[in-house]
């Protein structure tokens, strides 16, 4: 009797063994899964309020950044391709749109 109960519980070690790290597992992942939900709530992209440079524009809707340099986004979540988060007023990178050029080249007469 107590070789078929040892045999038993040999035969059962194994199962018993990997049930445990199966659980310890899915606990290390539902705790890592809810410290990037947690992460992921506390990080975000800068509202439109805390943007000093927003305007709005009649069909656009708000737009953040100097609306006359050549990389501006036309963006309320982005200000332009060079400098996404920096301000405008002091960016090296500015370059004025020539309304003049435009207006010449779709016009036909």
């Not at 992209?45 to 953040?64: R, W």
């Not at 982005?78 to 080249?105: H, T």
């Amino acid at each position: 009797m107590f070789k078929i109960l040892l045999i038993f519980l040999i035969g059962m070690t194994p199962w018993i063994f990997s049930l445990w790290i199966l659980h310890k597992f899915r606990a290390r992942t539902r705790q890592r899964l809810i410290s990037v939900r947690l992460a992921v709530n506390y990080t975000g992209i800068p509202t439109i309020s805390s943007q000093p440079e927003q305007q709005y524009i009649d069909g656009l809707g708000y737009i953040i950044g100097d609306l006359s340099c050549k990389f501006n986004a036309r963006s309320p979540l982005i200000r332009c391709a060079v400098n996404p988060f920096g301000p405008c007023k002091y960016c090296s990178d500015y370059e004025s749109i020539d309304i003049s050029a435009k207006e010449g080249v779709g016009s036909r007469e």
